[in-house]
């Protein structure tokens, strides 16, 4: 299991400080007392002929209050932010060894479960056809699928034209059918093994690690198997 990109500390309560000891002020606290430090001695050394306008000194407090309200915000979402990720971890770390279905013309196929997908079928029709290729793009297999519509399960068993079983590993698949006379190729998706999970930081979300297939973002996976 390979799980990345956690940060997060899960004992950092045994570290803290008993109830009424006193602690380091943060930087916080100490930045508003040198701002009333230096706003006191501003007012001491003011002009007397120019003195500083009641207004012109709430609106230096109300400014600095708003940076300093902005600062506590960007630090409450950097904690949130580092929670939701820790989150991620701990539901990434359940799909390792899942199934999911993703879109892809690539599969992978076992002795166990051979090789299974999808095909969205666009318009209704009575030919569907699907085309296996091994990895030198020779075609090994052609399963008449008959009349489809909509999403349609595929499977095949790992043989070939003349029922020998091909070696387990990477094929690709295209369906097609024929619409308006035309003949025309459906979008199609593949069942893969989740083999690790990357947890990704700032904007980036879960990636998963499929067998055969490479990295994927989770947010593409149309199921969960």
Avoid: H
């Avoid at 009349?147 to 091909?166: H, I, K, R, V």
């Avoid at 067998?211 to 947010?219: C, K, L, T």
């Amino acid at each position: 299991m390979a799980i990345s990109g956690i940060n997060d500390n899960s004992f950092a309560f045994l570290n803290a400080p008993p109830a009424g000891q006193d602690t380091n002020k943060d930087s916080g606290a100490l930045a508003m007392e040198d701002f009333m430090s230096l706003m006191t001695t501003q007012l001491k050394n003011q002009d007397p002929l120019k003195p500083l306008e009641s207004g012109d000194f709430l609106g230096q407090i109300a400014a600095f209050g708003t940076v300093s309200g902005i600062s506590d915000l960007q630090n409450s979402f950097s904690s949130f932010a580092q929670a939701m990720q820790s989150d991620q971890a701990l539901q990434g770390s359940a799909l390792v060894g899942r199934s999911v279905l993703v879109p892809s013309s690539i599969g992978t196929l076992t002795a166990e479960d051979g090789l299974k997908g999808q095909i969205n079928v666009a318009e209704p029709v009575t030919d569907l056809k699907l085309k296996i290729y091994n990895q030198s793009g020779v075609p090994v297999r052609t399963i008449e699928m008959g009349s489809a519509s909509g999403y349609t399960n595929f499977a095949w068993d790992g043989f070939d034209e003349n029922g020998q079983a091909l070696p387990p590993g990477v094929y690709e698949f295209k369906a097609s059918g024929t619409i308006d006379g035309n003949n025309t190729l459906f979008a199609t998706a593949t069942v893969a093994k989740v083999e690790s999970v990357l947890v990704g930081s700032g904007n980036q979300g879960l990636t998963i690690n499929l067998a055969g297939i490479g990295s994927v973002p989770f947010s593409e996976a149309q199921e969960i198997i």
